[in-house]
């Protein structure tokens, strides 16, 4: 059964750092692509970045210069670095991912979990 757990949330001030994870299980061998996705209330989930299987990432240009996605092939683990943190940075911020080729909205994700937090303070 495959698994996606993320962890790392939580309250910071406005300038502060973070760092997300998400522990993958169960993958019957290295998906092609996984992503960071985040939802405010009220808001639709957006993309914030993504990697694909050869280390190739892309991050939405609202987070550029501020987050950095990467991942441990060797531990099966997602990470998301984030500094400078602003308070429109606040969300439920989730971790996807997929076997197929392509993979860039949301709708291109099949495996998803369940959300970390994260509030950002003024």
């Known amino acids: 059964q495959i698994q996606l757990v993320e962890s790392g949330g939580g309250t910071v001030q406005a300038g502060g750092s973070l760092r997300l994870s998400c522990a993958a299980s169960?993958?019957?061998?290295?998906?092609?692509?996984m992503a960071w996705f985040r939802q405010a209330p009220g808001n639709e989930r957006e993309g914030v970045a993504r990697?694909?299987?050869?280390?190739?990432?892309h991050s939405a240009e609202f987070v550029k210069g501020r987050f950095t996605i990467s991942q441990d092939n060797a531990e099966n683990t997602l990470y998301l670095q984030m500094h400078s943190l602003k308070p429109v940075d606040t969300a439920m911020y989730y971790c996807?991912?997929?076997?197929?080729?392509?993979?860039?909205?949301?709708?291109?994700?099949?495996?998803w979990g369940q959300g970390t937090q994260v509030n950002v303070s003024s």
């Open positions: 996807a991912a997929d076997f197929r080729l392509g993979c860039q909205s949301r709708t291109d994700f099949t495996y």
């Open positions: 169960g993958f019957p061998y290295r998906s092609m692509c």
């Open positions: 990697i694909y299987r050869f280390g190739n990432a």
